[in-house]
């Protein structure tokens, strides 16, 4: 079945420099790449997605990229804030079950005034 | 705008014992999961249900039972508690995946 790997567990940023999310996927079939935010004690929100159908896709300071070829997708924060700060989760969603998303661990992003 | 409760907030427990998180939502989904998770391990899907009195099994249903009464309501059943288990148990509806807040799982 799908795996999704997110590279970076922690990631530390000054306070208006850029991070990057980085995860990889298996499965040639997934189609759709939700991300989602976790601030402490929370439950999880949707932040933006991105379709197979396209490469890039950008939500105000947020922007998706994925390499279907690299089976690689990423999501870049731009100008990044303290309320940026939080647990970012990759997903991915297979074509055979539309239904079922497989999250990757989580980068907890940190950052700094 | 919708929302989605989990009840309890907090639960404990003793080992070995039967516990049941309740998950309701009101955005009319037909869609609704349980996760778990556990740190540094993201989430793992534990049961979902595509429509009422449906259920599907995820990749963690061992140790666990789920059931769908009505379309807005989603229960999830530990049938056996085990010890020093921690977790988070977070309900979701729709393939968008709408979370609510979680049930924070001690067991003693």
């Known amino acids: 079945g799908e795996k999704v790997e997110q590279h970076e567990s922690t990631l530390s940023v000054r306070e208006g420099d850029s991070a990057v999310i980085n995860c990889t996927y298996t499965?040639?079939?997934?189609?759709?790449f939700p991300w989602y935010k976790q601030e402490a004690g929370k439950g999880l929100h949707f932040v933006i997605d991105?379709?197979?159908?396209?490469d890039r896709k950008q939500s105000q300071r947020l922007i998706v990229l994925l390499d279907k070829k690299a089976k690689r997708f990423s999501l870049h924060i731009t100008a990044t804030q303290p309320e940026d700060s939080a647990i970012y989760f990759c997903a991915a969603s297979p074509d055979t079950n539309a239904y079922k998303v497989i999250f990757g661990k989580g980068t907890h992003l940190h950052v700094l005034p | 705008g919708g929302i989605i409760t989990q009840t309890p907030k907090f639960l404990i427990g003793q080992e070995g014992q039967k516990l049941t998180l309740k998950c309701q939502q009101n955005f009319n989904h037909d869609t609704m999961y349980w996760y778990r998770q556990d740190s540094g391990k993201g989430l793992r899907l534990i049961y979902y249900?595509?429509?009422?009195?449906?259920?599907q099994k995820g990749d963690l249903s061992e140790g666990y039972d789920a059931s769908r009464e009505k379309k807005s309501s989603f229960s999830l059943t530990v049938t056996s508690a085990q010890k020093n288990e921690m977790a988070v148990f977070l309900c979701?509806?729709?393939?968008?995946?709408?979370f609510g807040p979680g049930t924070r799982l001690t067991v003693l």
């Open positions: 499965d040639t079939a997934s189609s759709y």
């Open positions: 979701a509806s729709s393939a968008e995946q709408f």
């Open positions: 249900s595509i429509t009422e009195n449906d259920l």
């Open positions: 991105i379709r197979s159908n396209v």
